[in-house]
C-alpha cells in the first residue's frame, strides 16, 4: 500500500529533478504563434496569429530597452500576448532585437520619435487608420507616455503603463545612487559605459537578479519545496530564461536614463529633454491606466501612482495596483486575475466612450 501511494510522487520528483539538471528543462518554449510583417533594425513588428485585422482597436505591445521582448509572452498561462487574442483583440508587438556597440548613439529619442511612431503607423494603418492602443511595460511604458506627449499626430487612442516609474525619488533601491550621484553627477555610472558603447547584457542581467536577491538565495530551498509541481517550476523556469535573455542599453540611452531619471527625477517635472527638443507629459492628451505591483521593488506603487500627478494633460489617468513584483506585474500567476483584468477594463471603458 505504502509503495502504491509514494511510487508516483517519487516518479515525479525523479523525472522533474531529472528535467531540471540534464533534461533540457520542465517545460519547452512555447510562444503564441505570431508573424513578422515588417522588418528593419530595432523595429521590427509582429502581429499575434488569430488577431483580427478588421478589429477596429489594435493594441501594440511596447517592450522596455534591456528586456526581451517576450515579456509579454513568457509562456501559456504567462502570455499577456495570448490573453490579448483570446479576448479578441488585434495584437501586435515591437521587437528591438539586441544592442551593439555600433548603436552607442542611440537615445530616446530614437525610439520616440522614430520607431515607436512607425509602429504606430503601421498598424493604423492596417485598420484603415484606427487608434492604437499602446500597453508598455516598465521602460516600455515610459517610452510610450512619451511617444503619446511628444507626436500628438499620431493616431494613438491610449497609454496602458505598467510596472512604469515616474517618481524615481520613490525608488528606495535606487537612493545611494542618487545620494552619490548629488556630489559626483553620472560619471561613477556612464564613464565606462561610454567607453564600452552601453551597459553590456551581463551587467544587465545581473542587475535584474540583484533586484530579486531573496528570490536568487532561496531558489535553491523553492525548487526542492516544489519538485513535486511542475508546473511551478515550469514558472520559474521561464522566468530564468527571460534574466538570460536581456540584452544591453545602448550608451546614450543608459545615460539618459542615469541622468534624467535617475538622478534628475525629471518626470515628476513634467518634461523630458531630447536632442530633439523637450517632451512635455502635459502634452499628452490621451486616457491613461498606470499599473504598480505590490512587490515591485524597481517600481514601487509610489512612483508609478506619480502618473496621476504629472499627465494633467489627460482626459482621464487612472492608477490601479496588483500583487506581484516587477516581471510578476505582467506574466505572474496572479496577473490574469489583476494586472489582465484591469486592462481589460480599461480598454473597454476606453472603447465606450469613444463610441
Known amino acids: 500500500m505504502l509503495d502504491i501511494a509514494w511510487n508516483p510522487t517519487l516518479n515525479t520528483l525523479t523525472r522533474n529533478a531529472w528535467r531540471l539538471s540534464f533534461g533540457g528543462g520542465i517545460a519547452p518554449v512555447q510562444r503564441t504563434p505570431s508573424t513578422r510583417i515588417h522588418e528593419a533594425l530595432?523595429?521590427?513588428?509582429?502581429?499575434?496569429?488569430?488577431?483580427?485585422?478588421?478589429?477596429?482597436?489594435?493594441?501594440?505591445?511596447?517592450?522596455?530597452?534591456?528586456?526581451?521582448?517576450?515579456?509579454?509572452?513568457?509562456?501559456?498561462?504567462?502570455?499577456?500576448?495570448?490573453?490579448?487574442?483570446e479576448s479578441g483583440k488585434a495584437t501586435y508587438l515591437v521587437d528591438y532585437g539586441t544592442m551593439g556597440y555600433a548603436d552607442r548613439g542611440l537615445g530616446f529619442e530614437d525610439w520616440v520619435d522614430d520607431f515607436i511612431p512607425a509602429a504606430v503607423d503601421?498598424?493604423?494603418?492596417?485598420?484603415?487608420?484606427?487608434?492604437?492602443?499602446?500597453?508598455?511595460?516598465?521602460?516600455?511604458?515610459?517610452?510610450s507616455l512619451l511617444t503619446a506627449a511628444g507626436r500628438s499626430d499620431?493616431?494613438?487612442?491610449?497609454?496602458?503603463?505598467?510596472?512604469?516609474?515616474?517618481?524615481?525619488?520613490?525608488?528606495?533601491?535606487?537612493?545611494?545612487l542618487r545620494a552619490v550621484g548629488r556630489f559626483t553627477g553620472d560619471r561613477p555610472l556612464t564613464t565606462a559605459t561610454g567607453a564600452m558603447g552601453g551597459l553590456p547584457a551581463p551587467l544587465v542581467q545581473a542587475s535584474y537578479r540583484f533586484t530579486a536577491l531573496q528570490r536568487e538565495l532561496t531558489k535553491p530551498w523553492f525548487i526542492a519545496r516544489n519538485l513535486h509541481d511542475a508546473e511551478t517550476l515550469a514558472r520559474m523556469e521561464s522566468i530564468d530564461r527571460f534574466m538570460a535573455d536581456m540584452p544591453g542599453y545602448p550608451a546614450r540611452f543608459f545615460r539618459q536614463v542615469c541622468t534624467q531619471l535617475i538622478l534628475g527625477n525629471a518626470l515628476t517635472e513634467g518634461s523630458f529633454a531630447t536632442r530633439n527638443g523637450a517632451i512635455a507629459l502635459a502634452d499628452l492628451t490621451v486616457p491613461v491606466l498606470a499599473i504598480g505591483g505590490t512587490e515591485d521593488v524597481i517600481a514601487p506603487i509610489p512612483s508609478v501612482r506619480a502618473a496621476t500627478d504629472v499627465l494633467t494633460g489627460s482626459p482621464s489617468v487612472?492608477?490601479?495596483?496588483?500583487?506581484?513584483?516587477?516581471?510578476?506585474?505582467?506574466?505572474?500567476?496572479?496577473a490574469k486575475d489583476s494586472t489582465w483584468a484591469h486592462i481589460d477594463g480599461f480598454l473597454d471603458g476606453v472603447v465606450a466612450q469613444t463610441a
Do not use: N
Not at 70 to 78: E, I, K, V
Not at 318 to 334: C, D, I, N, Y
Open 42 to 85: 530595432h523595429q521590427d513588428l509582429y502581429r499575434f496569429d488569430g488577431s483580427d485585422t478588421d478589429d477596429d482597436r489594435p493594441i501594440l505591445l511596447v517592450p522596455p530597452l534591456a528586456a526581451p521582448a517576450q515579456c509579454f509572452d513568457l509562456r501559456p498561462g504567462q502570455s499577456l500576448a495570448a490573453h490579448l487574442v
Open 122 to 143: 503601421r498598424v493604423s494603418r492596417l485598420h484603415d487608420g484606427a487608434p492604437v492602443d499602446l500597453i508598455g511595460w516598465s521602460l516600455g511604458g515610459t517610452m
Open 154 to 176: 499620431l493616431p494613438i487612442g491610449s497609454v496602458t503603463a505598467i510596472g512604469t516609474p515616474i517618481d524615481y525619488e520613490s525608488v528606495t533601491m535606487i537612493a545611494p
Open 318 to 334: 487612472r492608477f490601479e495596483s496588483a500583487p506581484g513584483s516587477h516581471l510578476g506585474l505582467v506574466a505572474g500567476p496572479k
